[in-house]
């Protein structure tokens, strides 16, 4: 993989021809932002873009929303949707820089060598007159070997024992009113607040129109919260989907051990054994 993993317009433009590049749609929005990403994506999505449905590419078995597929459940979809681990894939969003992260490090953590987020996303694509085509996309089954790594991904119990030892420190890239509690959760039953020790590293301050803030920008905030670049770090934040940005800004500042809390709050804040601060 290469030293970003960010690609132009023009970049893409270029090779949207090649068999080898596939381009994915990952758009996923927030009830609030009242968006149907899959209408959206039949209207109108870069040429040849597969469709990545984040809520249902999911463990659906579990009770939580979009967590990381089972290894061999996921080869099988991947292979369904025409990619392959040796693919270079190209991620993007509707609204810049949201969800593509998540499906990015999906991808990543199943093995995929080489994966790419578009710069700006669909909003940048659009503002270059990049061509866009209707309806659904497909392409030939491929075969994709999955490498899935466990310890790329923390578990309520790792979460527990991180909380206990600071073996790690623990982000949280949800809005600053739902860290400290002042705001309710979206998601009925779940309780406000964070987590002991936690800091708060809000997803939605790092981004700026729809694309990462600069790598010395980013390492200037998280400094200013509090936040060694040099110790190992876990991220969360509501459902997984903000913490996979969190966690993609943290490897541009600079920070080499990043894992993701993929049940994140919802698991957390969802039950009656977990302690919950506030403030």
Do not use: H, M, W, Y
């Given at each position: 993989m290469t030293d970003t993993p960010f690609v132009t317009p023009a970049w893409l433009a270029e090779r949207l021809a090649d068999p080898n590049l596939v381009v994915v749609d990952g758009s996923w929005y927030l009830p609030a932002a009242a968006r149907d990403p899959r209408a959206e994506y039949l209207a109108g999505h870069i040429p040849g873009a597969i469709w990545f449905d984040v809520d249902q590419y999911a463990d659906l078995t579990t009770g939580l929303p979009h967590m990381l597929m089972q290894p061999a459940d996921f080869a099988a979809l991947a292979g369904r949707l025409g990619i392959a681990e040796t693919d270079t894939i190209v991620v993007y969003d509707g609204m810049g820089l949201f969800s593509a992260p998540r499906v990015r490090w999906t991808f990543v953590t199943m093995g995929a060598k080489d994966v790419r987020i578009l710069s700006g996303g669909l909003p940048a694509w659009r503002a270059e007159n990049g061509p866009l085509e209707t309806g659904e996309g497909s392409r030939p089954a491929r075969t994709f070997n999955v490498d899935f790594d466990p310890s790329r991904v923390a578990s309520l119990a790792d979460m527990r024992a991180l909380v206990r030892s600071g073996e790690r420190q623990i982000l949280d890239a949800r809005p600053a009113g739902r860290f400290t509690g002042a705001v309710p959760e979206p998601r009925p039953g779940i309780r406000s607040g964070h987590m002991p020790g936690a800091k708060s590293a809000p997803a939605d301050t790092?981004?700026?129109?729809?694309?990462?803030?600069?790598?010395?920008?980013?390492?200037?905030?998280?400094?200013?919260?509090?936040?060694?670049?040099?110790?190992?770090?876990?991220?969360?934040?509501?459902?997984?989907?903000?913490?996979?940005?969190l966690k993609l800004a943290l490897e541009q500042a600079g920070a080499k051990d990043v894992i993701l809390y993929d049940g994140s709050w919802t698991e957390w804040g969802g039950r009656d054994d977990t302690d919950v601060v506030t403030g």
């Open positions: 790092l981004v700026e129109n729809g694309q990462l803030k600069s790598p010395e920008a980013l390492r200037a905030q998280f400094e200013a919260a509090g936040i060694n670049l040099d110790k190992p770090i876990v991220t969360t934040c509501g459902s997984g989907v903000t913490a996979a940005t």
